[in-house]
């Protein structure tokens, strides 16, 4: 046993055909659309090319179609289908799904999985998973859940208000977090529901109009009103709902990562051809000293996020919490992408800004992934606190 | 005489009463049209309320309807005008008309005066500056200029392509930029030719979609193709466009600051407001370090960018060159209220990039101002050459 | 009136005779000994010079043979002294003397002007300024003073420890901070009291060894043990320490500034002697696009450093708090003096670590002002506070 | 086969025995010394004490006393050792000696082994490499080099000056690059020779005085004045220097990387240690929120800059030229290093500028390290251009 950063050769293979299906197909209809898919029919004719390609699904189980990507797979994998930002949806890997995926296939019950899992996983239907809620209920602290969940004959009601639910127009059903037990502010007592999007208890009510504009099915904001599930609408155990939601956002966090380092590839590669061929002040823009110092810091960037990415997924494969890593790993990484785009988008000057090339369609969707999934700062103190805990915990060898 | 930062109490009351008027008019109209005026109904709305609160056209003479106000004046007033989006085209001192107001007043005739000016500062007609190039003409290096004017019977001929051509939608005329003598690369020998919407050798290629929108009418591709204007389009001398636009670019690289500080004021009042009330984790925002450290910088940004933008008034006022101040200004200003922005956004987490407040739109409003007017990289680039060229000639007194 | 940014004529020509003085007399000494003055012979043979120069004690009234400049002149002739780590030694304006006169000159009776203030502003003395406690006394948090001072028969008697007591070896007197009232964490009680350096209860305990060599005197640990001083070293009134603290802290922490501004503007006409004369790749540094944008931005760090300074003197001047922005100004000049000098530093290279020039030694000078004088953190959480509460008061006018 | 990131069990223990040898052994000493070994007796004994914790030259192959560890295992036990400044020197694996043992093993015949090597991994020499050179030569561009050698009978005779040769105080033997062809400027034609420190044509100068200090043997310059070393003296074959620095350069970079990012570690340990004790304002240091938001960097800049020198390490181990990958590692963990060290320092406040703990001493001795091994600004010259070569090359697949 020794260091090995060499990717299986079956996931090397993968995400070679990944990266190629991306060029070949994603890229021309993302710059058709302006990077923005909002209608079944192109979501249907790109995942029916991705499953011909062999690309699809690729995180799930075979016996949901998939390939079985371990976290390491996913992260070499996933980068490449990033590369466009509709290459996640092409592949049936774009959140909300992929999370949802993930967990179900993690706890669900059988029926369960048959139900939901098989044809999420197929593409047939989509999802979404209801978590965040406005102010002061849950957002940046989880404990804050103020969305309740009580006993009924037969089943469970749930009341509440939830925002920024991502993917819920057109959702076949939410997984969604309610209160079981304790009072909001308390970091526990929380359970997991299926809930079918034609349950007349939950309705939106309205689309957020938001920066970012990506992500098939927007962000919506959601009430839960009387909405009365069965006993078998929950999702693991009663109770265990903070602890399924680590399950779920410890790797959704990675994805989301690796997912954006394509994007910051591609950010890089546009300022790349941009200057390799424009001329100004009688040089190349590639031989201008501060072009190549963004150039440099673009390349260091990347760099710099996949190896803590990789580091995350080898530690959450391996089983540990790795929530220390996975925090590192978003920060770093979320700050990084945005960096990338905005000085590849400063390297192409005016055409940056302009619509002639998806820099600044780019840079509205990286933005939000500085807050969404835990903002820089919870993570920030998240990260501090360990590490001040980790100290003490030592002994305190080295003193002041 | 000694130094003295309180403006001259005229200018301070013009400045409150721009602030109460941008309160109490400019804002509401702008949270409902999400900071973005489409219509000439909007305009002709505001522009005269703003005549009626007595805010109007305050850089120009009082022949014309203003106020007179010198740059350091302006620097007050128009801070408080750009605490709206919407704010500058209200007072009319929105970017190009403003500049171009003020480039007539000093270089124009009495003819052209009264023929372009005297509409202009009524908000009867809009205009735009042809001066910017697609690659490899006249961009980040205004001594590309590849756009030609040859002496033609009784006028001038005009060709070429200009690009990014902000409020030429609409517009009744354009000051454009074209080269009567000299090739391309040499800085010398451009000419600006005032030149009627009506005429037939001017045309609309296509309106650009940028990041920003919120420029009224909107940055639009142009082609000058066989356009025939009289000898009396001339604006100034022939061969004097490039010391003109020196004229015109200074200032109106201040105006700019002065605008987008009163953004940068607002995205922090925003962020204020969220931090006082919005709590988390059992405290206000307001009492958490890490959101302290973001005010505090957004301060402090926006002080520095205040006091560098005055001092660069300061020495146009006192007629001095100034390439160096407003440079400086410029580069710094920015770049802080692109970080003021940012920081305000993410202080106010998910709600930041909705659109339930102006955060994101701001975002995308200041983003291109780090390249429009000159990348931050050419004025560094300038900025760098003045320094060693001043140490050089001061005879190298301290040498390591 | 208007905006002016021009000095008074008189503090001009002070100005460039101070900066020629520096040149002409001071930089020579300070290459001879690397930056540090250790010896009283130097020192008096500096300031015998400054003297002769008509440049000695500028800020001090003609009657203790300054020119009584107010805060906007220190402003210009001190960053002109700080050019040299030696300058202010020179000029008899070097913390903490410099304060202490200010402070002397506000505050005190005129028996203790005549004999504190007199001899201290001849340079024929020095003097300390005995505030800082180790932890957990009064460190960034002046109201934790710890030290106190009780009433006995015919005066006071202070006990206590203070440490990083600059210039304390050698000193004539100190001024002591001692609690008179109230109880540690509590911001009253305090009071000033004037310690002579022959009473036996006043100890040094130890020099300090610091990253900062240059300040004369050192930093030192002291203890008042028992420390018996008449009723006539009470400077002020009883229990009215906190608030003259204020007033020798504001100024004082703005002519901190300015004296590092001037090393900043040092290191970088260092760094442009190195730029335009050494060749690397075929090309003078000061060709070099990534050595470009460091000259560049140092270039604006010191333009911006220098107005936010001016403006909190002008405030000082006219008799406002200007908390604000002298905590604003201290904040971003500490932390820009240390970029500058640390580009300067490697626009050099090896040379620039070398003793061969003076930057290495300029690095460790300026990084701990960072600390000195309240951290940054400290100063970035007043300025917080500040501007959460303005908008509280203001009526939360702009809500999200 | 699949990614691996845990050390083999072997590398672990010898890294935790190595671990345990600094805390016990090295720091008492170093936190007495100051950070400075100065003399033969210091640094025989804490290699003595080395040798008998089975920690010893680690790198080098068992026949020269080490463990043979590859790059991915120096990672791991070189960071141990560099948790204190003179850990590397206890362990025999500090610059320059521990390059020289790498390439002397790499590339010397069995007898220059016998003679060189062997001695110098014992700990019985210590040696100097002779490359960098005052400007106009050989700096941060290696194909400048001016010192010559030419063809004498019997062997070479070399001419040139050197600076910068660290370690070359007490060094048994230098390493000499000089041209044996072409001209300086281009990349050809060097070659290295072994020579000896009694060889009367090698000469001191001077020590330079620099800002780091704990480098045993210091930084020297060297003239080498018609200095006639013998056939058997060059190292590998004629014209081959440049190749063989790059065998050595690539290698020692990232070597620097682990042991600085070790001090990383110890300067984090430090504050945490101080953050859990200090109180301020009635709270722990690691309780607000602008210290937690500094530790939270460290951890990531540390995480970071591990995760990049992996990388280099794992490519340099699978033969491929990784030179991308060490100027990235180097480039990113040099500033981290620097940016670790300094918020530490921070963190600390006043304690932290004094000798009472390490910090200080810390920040100078990591400073230099951005500009030794190739200024940050040549590697990201180097990285930006292979970025853009390999997208040329890849055929502009993507084009704004």
């Not at 209801?130 to 804050?144: K, L, V």
């Not at 994805?255 to 910051?264: D, F, K, N």
């Not at 950010?267 to 823009?285: C, H, M, P, S, T």
């Not at 500085?370 to 100290?391: F, K, L, N, V």
Request: charged share 25%.
């Amino acid at each position: 046993m020794a260091v090995e950063l060499a990717p299986d050769p079956d996931v090397a293979r993968l995400a070679e055909r990944t990266a190629a299906f991306v060029r070949a197909v994603v890229i021309p209809v993302e710059e058709r659309l302006g990077g923005v898919a909002r209608t079944e029919s192109v979501r249907a004719e790109l995942q029916a090319e991705a499953k011909a390609a062999g690309v699809f699904v690729p995180h799930v189980g075979v016996e949901f179609g998939g390939h079985g990507l371990d976290m390491r797979g996913r992260a070499v994998v996933f980068e490449e289908a990033g590369y466009a930002l509709l290459g996640p949806l092409a592949l049936n890997i774009a959140a909300p799904d992929e999370g949802n995926m993930h967990l179900l296939e993690a706890i669900a019950t059988d029926e369960q999985k048959a139900r939901y899992l098989a044809p999420l996983a197929a593409g047939d239907v989509r999802s979404c998973f209801a978590m965040t809620e406005p102010a002061p209920g849950a957002g940046s602290d989880p404990a804050a859940l103020a969305t309740t969940a009580v006993s009924v004959p037969g089943g469970w009601r749930i009341d509440g208000r939830k925002w920024f639910i991502t993917g819920a127009e057109g959702a076949a059903f939410a997984i969604c977090m309610a209160r079981t037990s304790g009072e909001p502010g308390h970091a526990g007592g929380a359970t997991m529901f299926l809930v079918d999007a034609d349950n007349p208890g939950m309705k939106i009510v309205r689309h957020i109009d938001t920066l970012d504009e990506s992500l098939y099915g927007g962000h919506l904001e959601l009430i839960f009103d009387g909405c009365v599930v069965p006993d078998d609408a929950v999702l693991g155990e009663v109770d265990q709902g903070f602890r399924y939601a680590q399950v779920r956002l410890g790797p959704a966090r990675m994805t989301h990562c690796m997912r954006w380092l394509g994007i910051a590839r591609r950010a890089q590669d546009i300022a790349l051809a941009r200057a390799n061929e424009r001329e100004v002040f009688g040089a190349k823009l590639a031989d201008l000293g501060m072009v190549q110092a963004m150039i440099a810091d673009n390349e260091i960037d990347i760099a710099a996020s996949r190896g803590l990415i990789l580091r995350a997924c080898w530690e959450l494969d391996a089983g540990r919490s790795a929530a220390q890593a996975t925090s590192i790993a978003k920060t770093f990484t979320s700050e990084a992408v945005w960096r990338v785009v905005d000085r590849a988008l400063q390297i192409c000057g005016a055409l940056g800004v302009s619509g002639d090339v998806l820099l600044g369609r780019f840079l509205r969707e990286v933005r939000p992934f500085r807050i969404y999934d835990g903002p820089s700062e919870t993570h920030r103190w998240s990260i501090a606190r360990r590490a001040t805990r980790r100290h003490a915990a030592a002994g305190a060898e080295v003193r002041p």
